[in-house]
């Protein structure tokens, strides 16, 4: 069965995306132990090699979200207004990242008698406000990446109200004199650890996936296009060894973009299945969930396993379950919520 009226590529990245994060969090020392193993073959070995290099911390997908991020919100943004954009994301985003969160502190409290945060922490973190207020990150960890993607659409929805969307090349001397800042200030937010500069590292990919965008449907001249992204990936190159010295041993970024742009040039060759489209629905649901409920499922299928065979593809297999259950309940009720403000807003 093959359905249209989609961005079909972007279906293919979004599911490389999570999967690479998935393999990168939960499976790499399984991959890392096999290439090395005596008894695997060396084509074998050549290739879990490069497998790993994809999945390192799930760098590659993270990237991968973020140019995709881009790439979309540039786009929606040509036809909605600031009030439709604003209540589509927030209803698309905060209602399973809110139950996702609050799932993960009641868990923890149950059954390892974790102490739930105060008010102090619980209000940024769902607010996804945490940067400014010093919180520690949720979702064992992975929120980061959302608090990336908040402050991206507040400052589009800024770019929308100001009618600068209109000016494209407007945009593009946005996305560089923001970069240029973020690489003279000091690293945003300045913390001791993997942490460190995260937003000054990480939101500029966002601004390649929207000049990637206005290249592409010749909205910009392409010189212009492909100068201010080779100059945000320069910047990260130049930056990351100083800001996060642990990132400078990885191509995870350059592979990211190289990924993106060839599935991005030959978009017009994808065709969706039904199958194709399950799993790339599942994005945030398992990005939310991963990290997090994944030693609760390891115990549950080590005391009752699901089948005889290895314990990851059981958990792996529960967890998209998992998964399925909250992006047709939660996900989607936020989403139908989200429209229907919009129609009481227009």
């Known amino acids: 069965m093959i359905l249209n009226k989609r961005l079909e590529f972007l279906d293919i990245l979004r599911i490389f995306a999570f999967v690479s994060v998935l393999i990168g969090h939960k499976f790499y020392e399984v991959l890392d132990g096999l290439s090395k193993s005596e008894n695997v073959h060396l084509t074998l070995s050549f290739f879990l090699d490069a497998l790993k290099t994809l999945c390192w911390g799930g760098g590659v997908g993270v990237i991968v979200f973020f140019l995709i991020s881009g790439y979309i919100i540039t786009l929606v943004l040509q036809t909605e207004d600031v009030k439709v954009f604003l209540i589509k994301r927030i209803f698309r985003i905060y209602p399973l990242y809110v139950a996702a969160v609050l799932m993960e502190a009641i868990i923890g409290h149950i059954v390892n008698n974790q102490p739930y945060p105060p008010l102090s922490i619980w209000i940024p973190r769902l607010l996804l406000v945490g940067d400014f207020f010093n919180t520690p990150y949720a979702l064992d960890n992975v929120e980061w990446t959302l608090r990336i993607e908040v402050l991206f659409y507040a400052m589009m929805a800024l770019i929308k109200s100001l009618d600068l969307i209109k000016y494209p090349n407007y945009l593009l001397l946005i996305y560089f004199l923001i970069t240029v800042s973020l690489g003279v200030s000091n690293p945003i937010p300045s913390k001791i650890g993997w942490g460190n500069g995260y937003i000054t590292l990480f939101l500029p990919f966002l601004f390649m996936g929207s000049c990637i965008y206005l290249m592409g449907v010749k909205k910009v001249d392409s010189i212009l296009a492909l100068s201010c992204i080779s100059y945000i990936f320069l910047s990260y190159l130049y930056l990351t060894p100083i800001i996060s010295p642990l990132s400078k041993n990885s191509h995870f970024a350059a592979l990211a973009l190289a990924f993106f742009l060839v599935i991005w040039l030959l978009r017009f060759n994808f065709q969706n299945h039904l199958l194709i489209i399950i ?22 299928v080590k005391n009752y396993p699901i089948f005889l065979g290895y314990q990851g593809v059981q958990v792996t297999l529960l967890l998209f379950l998992i998964c399925y259950f909250f992006k047709f309940t939660i996900e989607r009720c936020g989403i139908l919520v989200g429209k229907f403000f919009c129609e009481y807003v227009k």
């Open 279 to 300: 799993f790339s629905e599942l994005t945030y649901s398992v990005y939310f969930f991963h990290n997090w409920l994944w030693p609760y499922l390891e115990s549950l």
